[in-house]
């Protein structure tokens, strides 16, 4: 089954204390996304990888870090997470294929971790 | 960065009745997507449009790339309840779907049986 697999799924902590949301994904997608979600705000893109130790930064990359050692997994890391982290956060991985008719676009989101931190 | 303007916020709507929402940019994208996401889930893509003036169709649901490659355009026809959630727009710079992405903040739709 097609899946992107996110952990933690909720987490509490507090400000300064270093930590890691894994993402990964079974569909040998190239390209990998990080969001997070507010109230209000629809989604952000946080950084996103184009492809294996390829990545660059989405509108809101202040305080964190990602990396793509390999195909399947794309971390994000809050090294000193502040209060106005807390959101929920999405990772998404997606492939775009060539047909006879054109383009088809294969995407799928994460089931988010949501993160509060005090 | 790039803003996109969805609109309308929100709409409620009669089972039965068709749906139009839009989103507009200040800037040209040159793919736009078309996201449904239901409660406590992430989004779900429903619609990828990569050419300006591009019409796509995905059961009930149509899309256009708009021709000015600043806007775009989705209506649902005929609503059912299962169609309730919250629609965003995304659009990005790259001809594929993939790269750095702008969202709308999205349309809240109710159906009333």
């Known amino acids: 089954e097609a899946q992107v697999t996110q952990n933690p799924r909720y987490l509490i902590t507090v400000t300064g204390k270093k930590l890691t949301v894994t993402c990964s994904q079974n569909?040998?997608?190239?390209?990998m996304s990080w969001y997070r979600q507010d109230p209000g705000l629809g989604l952000r893109q946080i950084y996103y990888?184009?492809?294996?130790?390829?990545?660059d930064k989405g509108d809101v990359p202040e305080g964190y870090k990602v990396s793509r050692k390999e195909k399947r997994n794309f971390p994000l890391i809050l090294e000193s997470p502040s209060p106005n982290q807390t959101s929920l956060y999405f990772c998404?991985?997606?492939?775009?294929?060539?047909?006879?008719?054109?383009?088809?676009?294969?995407?799928?989101f994460g089931p988010g971790t949501r993160l509060l931190v005090l | 960065g790039q803003q996109l303007n969805q609109s309308p916020q929100s709409m409620f709507i009669q089972e039965g009745e068709d749906v139009s929402m839009n989103c507009t940019s200040s800037?040209?994208?040159?793919?736009w997507l078309w996201y449904k996401q239901d409660p406590g889930e992430g989004p779900v893509l429903l619609i990828a449009?990569?050419?300006?003036?591009e019409l796509t169709s995905n059961g009930r649901l149509t899309a256009q790339f708009g021709t000015t490659r600043k806007d775009s355009f989705l209506n649902i026809s005929a609503s059912i309840p299962s169609d309730v959630g919250i629609y965003f727009c995304?659009?990005?710079?790259?001809?594929f779907g993939a790269g750095k992405s702008t969202f709308g903040d999205g349309t809240t739709l109710t159906v009333k049986p």
């Open positions: 998404a991985s997606s492939s775009t294929s060539t047909h006879q008719d054109g383009y088809q676009e294969t995407q799928y």
């Open positions: 569909m040998n997608h190239e390209y």
């Open positions: 990888s184009m492809n294996v130790e390829v990545t």
């Open positions: 800037s040209i994208f040159n793919t």
């Open positions: 449009l990569y050419k300006a003036g």
């Open positions: 995304a659009g990005q710079l790259r001809n």
